[in-house]
């Protein structure tokens, strides 16, 4: 899809707040963890590149990102700390990991096997960065006993042409208040961890949720994701452990404004009629930019006053109420701040009756990422 210049939508993204956001956690580590900031899926929707850049900015000492195509961006564009790929890579892409020296996660032995096989083709001198990936609990990708990581281990220790950079898992209740899901997989993780003799450069286990409300975590780095945009990991659930300042802020302006007479229908299927004479704005947004159907119902912000979307979203293009007139060029706030008023990404995730980690996501390519000192 183009991104769309010509046109008053568009994405803020504020890299003070990026920069906030990370300094605090930062401050809060001991001293020899380090941070990586995750900035798979165009930095939830923020845009990876820009992110990245602000967040070394910021202290981050690396990178996470869920696929080769991401690492591969961030080393385009001249990112030379270490990028860790959270997900699987097939061994038949290993060369381009080696060429662009990606350190990448391991989850079963047959994976092993068939990347040694790989790596004997290729013949690089370079090895393998390797991270091992535990499953303690949340079902997804990773080896699930204590005997089966040591086996990992040893299997690449014993490969000239790999190298055990990390070991790692990752928690699938951390936002929540009930912690004895975590303390299960905690202790899982503990036991992997006992009966190897030797330790990789880097032990991880922390998501934002988990460095924010488990002071104890393990490990001697953390993949800070959605808190270095200003989320709350947990939505509702639990407090910010220090004020995270949302990165992005989604707006447009009125393009059309008209007076309606009673009983007028708006948008298709006419599941708006008028009931009264109405001023009525169109506002150039639709499901194509991520700004779906379900929104019908919601409220964006004009000059401090929630208004209405009314009728069905189009795909390029939806409608709201207004109090009176305003002129063309108005701003329309549909993330972010108008006056006193505030619309924040938790609240359209609780309209759509999901999380803000998908509303980040969905925003789509369509709109432009405008970074704002
Ligand atoms: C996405 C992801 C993270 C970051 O999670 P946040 O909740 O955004 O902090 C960390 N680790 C893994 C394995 C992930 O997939």
């Known amino acids: 899809m183009v991104v769309t210049y010509h046109r008053p939508t568009r994405a803020l993204i504020h890299r003070k707040a990026i920069e906030k956001n990370i300094k605090q956690e930062i401050e809060r580590l001991p001293e020899e963890v380090e941070l990586f900031a995750v900035v798979k899926a165009q930095g939830y929707g923020h845009g990876a590149v820009a992110t990245a850049q602000t967040a070394l900015a910021a202290g981050a000492a690396g990178f996470c990102v869920a696929t080769l195509d991401e690492a591969i961006e961030l080393r385009e564009v001249g990112i030379v700390e ?63 006993t204590p005997e089966e990581v040591k086996e990992a281990a040893d299997f690449i220790q014993r490969s000239p042409n790999m190298l055990w950079e990390g070991l790692f898992t990752h928690f699938s209740t951390a936002d929540e208040p009930d912690t004895r899901y975590w303390e299960q997989q905690n202790q899982r993780f503990k036991k992997m961890l006992d009966v190897l003799e030797e330790k990789p450069r880097y032990i991880h286990a922390s998501n934002s949720a988990t460095a924010l409300w488990h002071k104890e975590f393990p490990g001697n780095m953390i993949r800070y994701g959605v808190a270095m945009y200003g989320l709350n990991p947990s939505g509702h659930a639990l407090p910010d452990a220090y004020p995270l300042s949302p990165a992005l802020e989604l707006v447009s302006e009125l393009i059309q404004v008209k007076e309606l007479p009673a009983g007028e229908g708006i948008g298709y299927g ?104």
């Open 82 to 144: 270490p990028i860790l790929i959270l997900s699987v890579v097939f061994p038949s892409y290993l060369s381009l990991v080696l060429d662009y020296d990606l350190s990448i996660t391991v989850a079963t032995k047959q994976w092993l096997i068939e990347a040694q096989e790989m790596l004997a083709d290729i013949g690089s001198d370079l090895p393998l960065k390797l991270h091992i990936k535990a499953d303690t609990g949340m079902g997804r990708i990773g080896f699930l």
């Open 270 to 373: 006419e599941t708006y009629i008028t009931p009264e004479r109405e001023w009525i704005g169109t506002v150039p947004i639709g499901y194509a930019d991520g700004w779906l159907r379900k929104m019908q119902g919601f409220s964006v912000l004009v000059d401090g006053n929630y208004c209405e979307i009314i009728g069905r979203v189009c795909m390029d293009q939806l409608m709201i109420r207004l109090p009176h007139e305003y002129k063309v060029g108005t701003q329309v706030t549909l993330i972010g701040k108008s006056g006193a008023a505030e619309i924040t990404m938790q609240e359209v995730a609780d309209h759509l009756d999901t999380i803000h980690y998908e509303v980040a996501c969905m925003i789509s390519e369509r709109v432009p990422r405008i970074y704002k000192e």
